[in-house]
């Protein structure tokens, strides 16, 4: 007879541990912060290569990361690794 009380009793602690969980979720979506109250980061225009913003060794590193995340970007896509192409194949991966 005991046996069987202890997986209820079980069962039972789960199912109000989930409540509490979901109960702590909703507070904090309810409750907590939704957006940002302070922004540091500047506007995409302020950081142009233009403006003088970026010293020559960081406009030399923009523009060569660039070029790297062009060129293996076409790689993958002659691969066939877009969109519905081979996933865990080779340079897929």
């Not at 997986?7 to 979901?22: E, N, S, T, V, Y």
């Not at 507070?27 to 225009?45: D, N």
Request: some cysteine; glycine content about 16%.
């Amino acid at each position: 007879m005991t046996q069987p009380k202890m997986g209820i009793r079980a069962i039972r602690l789960i199912l109000l541990g989930m409540m509490i969980g979901f109960a702590a979720y909703w507070a904090g979506a309810r409750w907590g912060a939704h957006q940002a109250t302070k922004v540091e980061a500047l506007p995409i225009s302020a950081k142009g290569e233009g403006n003088g913003s970026l010293t020559d060794e960081e406009t030399i590193n923009v523009r060569v990361y660039r070029a790297y995340y062009y060129a293996s970007r076409r790689i993958r896509l002659l691969h066939g690794c877009g969109p519905g192409g081979r996933r865990g194949v080779g340079i897929c991966d």
